[in-house]
């Protein structure tokens, strides 16, 4: 009794397989849906966070940020408690003043934010987050000008002239043609010359969308709201290790004079680090839910497989009768389980990676080796799970009854 090679049964499986090609797409068809969106989401959450990452890179390590409210809970995450969600906490410039006071060698920056339209050639941009900051903003936040425009003087800062920098999408939306650079803009019925454009910086998570701001000296925006309270003051220290002394001398200022919940002290990291845990929290429950479609993918082959055995009696208990060993024809059955998972695999890392490229632009989007390790992997376990069964009915025929089988 000859016992035949791995090779021949691979041989044996192909052909097998080959003979109906729609059904064995058809069969696939679950592993490939649940693959691609395995690798769909996992691409997207990798992506978003690069992105994220390279947001605050541009911040740099040296940025520390004071905010109303209690951002943060006691493990690092965000705070979800009710008090946080009513802010009812503004700094005032003497907490400006103090602050400089304390750190004569960073730079502490003020902002004040007002909501606003901004007017231009009877079009208007609605919901613009109009920051009111200083001269030095614009370098230490990163926030670079298209060629031709400018950031505001300390002069201007002084005399609050009234000049703006307009977000990349407010200044495509009201200067649909031409440069905007010198042109007047309508803010609350006041003239403003436009004097610069901000580089497209892309969607902000945790704040506003910086393509969707315009800036100006801080006394215009006080002027506009009847009051000088501040909204966030930014401070840059000289490198990153000044970063955790100033955050605990910021606190030790400010507890002076505010409750501990009535404000937050923090750096770019730790918010990155927040961020990126909800993002890989969401990117593990969505992966998920994705991979249940492997599970149901699982399932069809071993029906399906299930339903050939049935087709294949006569021809398992011929093979069987001239010889065949139980465990040939149990590895066989295997491998056609594992060849069609794995089959589905590829197809839906394939439409995985297109996919990954058409979403990547417009959202970033990022495919990684170990998302396609992982996802082809589970994919051929899948197969082998899920056609132990019909395998094991198929090498455990009797050949006398498999032949009489109609």
């Given at each position: 009794?000859?016992?035949?090679s791995?090779?021949?049964?691979?041989?044996?499986s192909?052909?097998?397989?080959?003979?109906n090609?729609?059904r064995?797409?058809?069969?696939s068809?679950?592993?490939?849906?649940?693959?691609?969106?395995v690798?769909?989401?996992?691409?997207?959450?990798?992506?978003?966070?690069?992105?994220?990452?390279?947001?605050?890179?541009?911040?740099?390590?040296?940025?520390?940020?004071?905010?109303?409210?209690?951002?943060f809970?006691?493990k690092?995450?965000?705070n979800?408690?009710?008090?946080?969600?009513f802010?009812?906490?503004?700094?005032?410039?003497?907490?400006?003043?103090?602050?400089?006071?304390?750190?004569?060698?960073?730079?502490?920056?003020?902002?004040?934010?007002?909501s606003?339209?901004v007017?231009?050639?009877?079009?208007?941009?609605?919901?613009?987050?109009?920051a009111?900051t200083?001269?030095q903003?614009s370098e230490?936040?990163n926030?670079?000008?298209?060629?031709?425009?400018?950031?505001?003087?300390?002069?201007?800062?002084?005399?609050k002239?009234?000049v703006?920098?307009?977000?990349?999408?407010?200044?495509?939306?009201?200067f649909?043609k031409g440069?905007?650079i010198?042109?007047?803009?309508?803010?609350?019925?006041?003239?403003?010359?436009?004097?610069?454009?901000?580089?497209?910086?892309?969607?902000?998570?945790g704040?506003?969308?910086?393509?969707n701001q315009?800036?100006?000296?801080?006394?215009?925006v006080?002027?506009?709201?009847?009051?000088?309270?501040?909204?966030?003051?930014?401070?840059?220290?000289?490198?990153?290790?000044?970063?955790?002394?100033?955050?605990?001398?910021?606190?030790?200022?400010?507890?002076?004079?505010?409750?501990?919940?009535?404000?937050?002290?923090?750096?770019?990291?730790?918010?990155?680090?927040?961020i990126?845990?909800?993002?890989?929290?969401?990117?593990?429950?969505?992966?998920g839910?994705?991979?249940?479609?492997?599970?149901?993918?699982?399932?069809?082959i071993?029906n399906?497989?299930?339903?050939?055995?049935?087709?294949?009696?006569?021809e398992?208990?011929?093979?069987?009768?001239?010889?065949?060993?139980?465990?040939?024809?149990?590895?066989?059955?295997?491998?056609?389980a594992?060849?069609?998972?794995?089959?589905?695999?590829a197809?839906?890392?394939?439409l995985?990676a297109?996919?990954?490229?058409?979403?990547s632009?417009?959202?970033?989007?990022?495919?990684?080796?170990s998302?396609v390790?992982i996802?082809f992997?589970?994919?051929s376990?899948?197969g082998?799970?899920f056609?132990?069964?019909?395998?094991?009915?198929?090498?455990?025929?009797?050949?006398?009854?498999a032949?009489?089988y109609?």
């Open positions: 009794m000859l016992k035949p791995i090779q021949d049964l691979f041989r044996s192909f052909r097998s397989i080959l003979k090609k729609s064995t797409i058809l069969t068809l679950g592993i490939i849906i649940g693959v691609t969106s690798i769909l989401l996992t691409s997207i959450g990798n992506g978003l966070k690069v992105y994220i990452s390279s947001q605050f890179e541009a911040l740099g390590a040296n940025s520390v940020f004071i905010a109303p409210g209690k951002i809970n006691d690092g995450g965000f979800n408690s009710a008090s946080s969600r802010i009812t906490t503004s700094f005032s410039l003497t907490d400006l003043n103090t602050i400089k006071r304390n750190f004569r060698n960073c730079t502490v920056i003020p902002i004040a934010i007002s606003v339209e007017k231009a050639n009877k079009i208007t941009k609605s919901d613009v987050a109009l009111g200083n001269y903003f230490a936040a926030r670079k000008i298209l060629d031709g425009g400018r950031w505001f003087t300390k002069e201007e800062d002084d005399k002239s009234d703006v920098v307009l977000g990349y999408n407010v200044a495509n939306t009201v649909v440069n905007p010198g042109k007047k803009v309508i803010i609350k019925g006041k003239n403003f010359r436009v004097i610069g454009v901000v580089e497209k910086q892309g969607g902000s998570m704040g506003p969308d910086p393509d315009a800036y100006t000296p801080i006394g215009n006080f002027n506009l709201n009847g009051n000088q309270n501040l909204a966030e003051i930014f401070i840059k220290t000289p490198d990153k290790d000044s970063v955790a002394e100033t955050k605990t001398k910021v606190n030790k200022l400010l507890l002076k004079k505010y409750d501990k919940d009535a404000f937050s002290v923090f750096d770019s990291s730790q918010l990155l680090d927040s990126n845990s909800i993002i890989s929290m969401l990117t593990i429950g969505l992966t839910i994705a991979a249940i479609s492997l599970i149901v993918g699982g399932i069809g071993m399906i497989m299930l339903v050939s055995v049935t087709e294949r009696t006569k398992i208990g011929l093979r069987k009768a001239i010889g065949a060993y139980p465990r040939a024809i149990l590895v066989q059955f295997l491998i056609e594992v060849i069609l998972s794995c089959l589905g695999g197809i839906g890392i394939l995985g297109l996919g990954t490229f058409g979403i632009q417009f959202f970033p989007a990022k495919i990684t080796t998302s390790l996802a992997s589970v994919s376990a899948v082998i799970i056609g132990v069964t019909p395998a094991r009915k198929a090498s455990k025929l009797s050949p006398i009854e032949l009489r109609e």
